[in-house]
């Protein structure tokens, strides 16, 4: 069975190096299901890449996830699954409509406001990172980076903190009969992948293709120079 984030407790630290190396180091304790921090100077995201901070202003926040749904022949579904999860609590939680970027970048138009990072320390436990832009003002002015909120708002975290660990625990609870094919349904509902260049990994080399979605598996579907279509499930943005 899955353990339900909204039973747990979220360890709130003011200042850390990353929330992800804190909930790792916190695995051993039964009670905790997450961390949070007001402030974390060595955040990352994919491939290591740095997670700029603006204080006060964003949630920074590691679920530690354990059940069946986290083993590794099932775990890219929990890894789409936490990103629609993260798209609707901004939703709920501040009014906005977010869309995805494979693998679980969140957009707001055409800006990222977040993103999702998923790591596997063990087989029936993983780390779910999520650092998410939600008030703006001190963040004027960035080329690419946008937040959920024009103005500050001293609740806006505390409120989409919540609706988070409720859209995961929801999404998680339901039946696995029928379940993938409505998340996957969802998920392309907000789906704002296609047309973005990729470069994937295959067993004849690298490729790079151009993003036609998602496959019914929730695997990126890349369409090939050549016309072909291939399915993978490990590629970066050809702009990184």
Do not use: F
């Not at 955040?43 to 679920?63: I, K």
């Amino acid at each position: 069975m899955t353990h339900p984030l909204t039973a747990g407790l979220v360890l709130r630290l003011p200042d850390v190096a990353s929330t992800m190396d804190e909930a790792r180091g916190a695995m051993a304790d039964p009670r905790l299901v997450g961390v949070r921090a007001d402030r974390q100077t060595q955040g990352r995201g994919r491939r290591g890449s740095p997670w700029l901070d603006w204080p006060g202003r964003r949630l920074l926040v590691t679920y530690i996830l354990r059940g069946p749904d986290c083993a590794p022949d099932v775990r890219h579904r929990l890894a789409l699954m936490a990103g629609l999860a993260a798209a609707e609590a901004c939703e709920a939680s501040c009014g906005v409509t977010c869309g995805l970027k494979w693998p679980n970048d969140l957009l707001l138009g055409s800006r990222k406001v977040g993103g999702l990072l998923l790591e596997s320390p063990a087989g029936d436990a993983a780390l779910l990172g999520v650092g998410i832009n939600v008030c703006g003002g001190g963040m004027a002015g960035l080329p690419v980076a946008g937040a959920l909120l024009a103005e500050a708002d001293e609740d806006a975290c505390d409120r989409l903190e919540e609706a988070l660990r409720e859209r995961i625990d929801a999404w998680r609870a339901l039946p696995a009969q029928g379940q993938w094919d409505r998340l996957v349904a969802a998920w392309r509902l907000r789906d704002r992948t296609a047309g973005t260049r990729y470069r994937a990994q295959t067993d004849k080399g690298t490729v790079c293709g151009v993003a036609a979605g998602i496959s019914d598996e929730g695997l990126l579907l890349l369409r090939l120079p050549d016309g072909r279509l291939v399915e993978t499930a490990a590629a970066t943005s050809a702009m990184e």
